[in-house]
């Protein structure tokens, strides 16, 4: 289970990398629920808002030649079937960091395949916290 986790995680980070939303539609759950803080701002949301805001942060990096630096943190084996993946994202645009960057907490779900089925999103986190 673990190297198929493994793989699927890498494809799923090849995917956000290349903003590619018809691709990650696929690996996200018709289940999917999220809760994201934003200056200390709680928002929960469900698979068809995860999805506009996928859509709007794409289009914002490829309009803008940007480009995605992803960091997996930790890998947690929660159950039989589930793994959580930690990630730190942080946005590149004209060669430089942007000053935030997001820390993606994401549980992934084995039913057929893997699919992100939560996430819990702390956004707005000044990058200096990981250097």
């Known amino acids: ?21 018809p691709e990650l539609k696929m690996m996200i759950s018709g289940e999917y629920q999220a809760r994201e803080i934003t200056n200390g701002k709680i928002s929960d949301f469900g698979y068809d808002e ?17 480009s995605w630096e992803l960091t997996v943190i930790d890998r947690i084996k929660i159950r039989e079937h589930e793994v959580m993946a930690i990630i730190l994202a942080r946005l590149v645009l004209d060669g430089k960091i942007l000053e935030t960057s997001n ?3 994401q549980t992934f779900t084995y039913d057929f395949g893997w699919k992100l089925i939560r996430s819990y999103i702390e956004a707005g986190i000044p990058v200096s916290q990981f250097e």
């Not at 995860?50 to 940007?66: A, D, L, P, Y």
């Open 50 to 66: 995860s999805i506009r805001g996928w859509e709007q942060g794409f289009n914002f990096v490829k309009g803008n030649k940007g």
């Open 103 to 105: 820390l993606f907490f």
């Open 1 to 21: 289970m673990e190297e198929t986790f493994n793989r699927f995680l890498d494809e799923y980070l090849t995917v956000w990398k290349n903003s590619s939303l």
